[in-house]
């Protein structure tokens, strides 16, 4: 599969929105979409582009002078493991590094939860470099315990 990153660049809700609705496995809540919707826009977006489609994004919020996190992402089903999500990462990580960012966190449905496709998602973090931090099962309510896990850029 041939793609390219670009970004990251604001404004990018309207391109990334049917992206989050064509994963309902992991962004199946309405208001959870309206409200990543509503972030993404202000925030830095790369793009994953095949042919001139957005077939991917990853979001960054800053949280302080050292640390970052990876706020939403996603990557169209028929894109899932061809390296999209990977090579997102990899910008991702560049573009912090260049702004001196330390510390990488990502929240994820912990495993205490039996959700397959969460299953698959912490596996994709392990093979990029994060590990498990803190599980906080109050975060998101105990239905959906959350799981924070780091890198160090």
Known sequence: MTFSIEGPYTGQAAVCEPILR???AWFGIEDAIVHY???IEGLPTLLAYQSGQVIGFLSLQQHNVYAAEVYVMGVQPEAHRQ???QALMQQAETFLRQQQIE???VKTLA???PDPNYAKTRTFYLAVGFRPLEELPQLWGEQNPCLIMIKRL
Do not use: D, T
Request: proline share 7%.
């Open 22 to 24: 064509a994963l309902p």
């Open 37 to 39: 919707v509503e972030a």
């Open 83 to 85: 390296g999209v999500g």
């Open 103 to 105: 510390y990488l966190q």
């Open 111 to 113: 495993s205490s939860h």
